[in-house]
């Protein structure tokens, strides 16, 4: 997915928060609906070393699609912490699942810093369905990455074990 059409689609999970109800629980994630535009946004709130709310893992659906995820931090990422070799800032993000050491990859750093999503210039939807695929088969996924001075190396934890039946629940297929 090109930088513009991510952007847009982040504007339109923000439009989604801004004018949905109430969002339904899900297990553990709670769901955004928006009424004229055909958005979901489905978001799990983390739980750092036992303080829940320091940041949250969103899946945007649009039109019954999974179209976007994204992570946002509980601050906005250091310059620092940023690669401008590409065509958009990027900075790496360590994940662990179940029974699987650490991985890292790159991720975009979107909105000033306040939020990462997985990217690749050529292949970004199957990213996201990959993404999606590997969330949804496992009860948690942890994420770290390099913040604020005061807060390096956050490490969330998202419980992720119900993505499927949610996405199912509001018609949306990756």
Known sequence: MKTSTKTAVLVLLSTAVAFAE??????????????DNHVVLLQSVSNVQGRPGQAKLDVVCRN????A???EPSAALEKSALSFTGVVP????????EGQANQSEQWAVLD?????????????????????ERIS??????????????????????ET??????????????
């Open 22 to 35: 109430s969002p339904r629980q899900f297990g553990a994630w709670s769901i955004y609906t928006a009424n």
């Open 64 to 67: 019954g699609k999974v179209s």
């Open 90 to 97: 990027t900075t790496r993000v360590a994940f662990s699942t």
């Open 161 to 174: 074990g119900e993505l499927a039946e949610a996405l199912s629940s509001v018609g949306c297929s990756y």
């Open 69 to 71: 995820i994204a992570l």
């Open 112 to 132: 000033d810093g306040r939020t990462l999503s997985p990217y690749s210039e050529a292949f970004e939807g199957r990213l996201t369905r990959r993404w999606v």
């Open 137 to 158: 088969g496992m009860k948690k996924v942890g994420f770290q990455w390099n913040g604020k001075a005061d807060e390096s190396l956050a490490q969330p934890t998202f």
